[in-house]
Nanobody
């Protein structure tokens, strides 16, 4: 079993920055893929960034150039640096970690990000 805990959400003005963290612990200690998703009110959950044990990171078009995904050397904590935030970024942000590619993975409880003036 794997536990996933996100943190770092909050209220920020447009143009501001936030850094989200996601710590994973349990029976897996080297995740093949660690990803961030978000779900805005009334919308489906969408994948926005992933980092892989092999290969470069991936970003959705809506965040590319503004968000940066990274992880620690132990590969159990993943971060999402969010810059130049806009109101459309308002959503609950979720972390998903996979022991192998194709695994449905494990989800955290989510952290709220609100971008508003």
């Amino acid at each position: 079993q794997v536990q996933v805990v996100e943190s770092g959400g909050g209220l920020v003005h447009p143009g501001g920055s936030l850094r989200l963290s996601c710590a994973a612990s349990g029976s897996i200690n080297n995740f093949a893929q660690m990803s961030w998703y978000r779900q805005a009110p009334g919308k489906q959950r969408e994948s926005i960034a992933s980092i892989f044990s092999l290969g470069g990171p991936w970003y959705s078009g809506s965040v590319k150039g503004r968000f940066t995904i990274s992880r620690d050397n132990a590969k159990t904590t993943v971060y999402l640096q969010m810059n130049n935030l806009i109101p459309e970024d308002t959503a609950v942000y979720y972390c998903n970690v996979k022991g192998y590619i194709g695994d449905p993975g494990y989800w955290g409880q989510g952290t709220q990000v609100t971008v508003s003036s």
